[in-house]
């Protein structure tokens, strides 16, 4: 296939640049090869930059750039295709080719590794997932972003707990006694759980919304009912002196939430516990953001406890070590006020500066 030459503009003909990377469109259904996918790529990228300099507007802009992810999917689609140059042994001008190959590398085919990543994992999407991304984002900036996501977080936002936080937790925080109550949410499938059972003399319930694990039991903790209908429970067990019943009121909820449901969560777990909170948040749980400013700001006197980690444990799919987030336990303590104490809370929050 010869592709036509000049899709660019030139001179003033900027009505043509739309006609222009429409035709680029049509014949990327064509491409069998690496050269020409790459020279539609190049093409759109430079139309990209033509309309951004000519303030030709954002339609065409955008349109740009999704005739050059259709390129790049392209590319990706035709490498997955093609056999891996395995390299060679060796370092500098002594290195050795592994065997004999006729397949080029990279370089030789004028690409860089991170095109080549990006262009393959264009090519993975499945073809509904690709196409809203194709005619919905507006720059590789939010390409890369989206991208993230779906490795990123799983299902349920789901992310069992280490053991060693948990016991560096009780360690540092004296405040939880061994005869107190201790309600999970969030149990998962029972790492928190486990750890806090084996330590407590009181009872440790396992609640989640996906119970994973034979004595949890269902609920869903982003809801004020569920709270309520276990405070009802206990206030009536108090009244007929039936402890057994009376368990359902904790004097702690400890948990690893959904980091999506946590600003949910953690406001109902401290009006129904009757000593504190702790909670396993990334340290961005702090940020004064609207859906959680107020609560944070009104309980910053009774945050006790900011108990960061080192090293990061991991909690995501596409890492091979740690997570890239940090994390901490954050102890809240109804019992405790820093300004009783005449200090300032060491944790405060600035809202609205600009």
Known sequence: MEMENNLLPQGGQDTSVLARLTYARQILAEVRTLPQAKEIMDVAVAAEVYAKQRQLGEEAERYAFEIRLRAERKIGKILIE?????????????????????????????????????AQELARLPE???EEFATGIRDARELKRLLKKPKSRKENDFYPTPGPLVNHLFERVPEIELTHRILEPCAGRGDLWVEMQRRQRARVDALDIEPGFEECRRWDATERQAWQIRADSAFSAELLDKPDLSRWAQEWTISNPPFDQAEKIVPLAWEYSRVGVAFLLRLTFLEPC???????????????????????????????????????WLVWLKDWSWEKKGIAPPVQFIRKWR
């Open 82 to 118: 093609t056999p891996k140059n395995p390299g060679a042994k060796g370092i500098g001008p002594i290195a050795v080719p592994k065997g004999n190959h006729n397949t080029p590398t990279l370089k030789e085919m004028g690409l860089t590794k991170k095109l080549s990543m990006l």
């Open 290 to 328: 609207n859906g959680r400013a107020e609560w944070l700001e009104e309980h910053a006197d009774q945050l006790r406890y900011v108990l960061t980690c080192n090293p990061r444990p991991r909690f995501r799919d596409d890492t091979t070590g740690t997570d890239q987030a940090t994390v901490a």
């Open 128 to 130: 509904e997932q690709f």
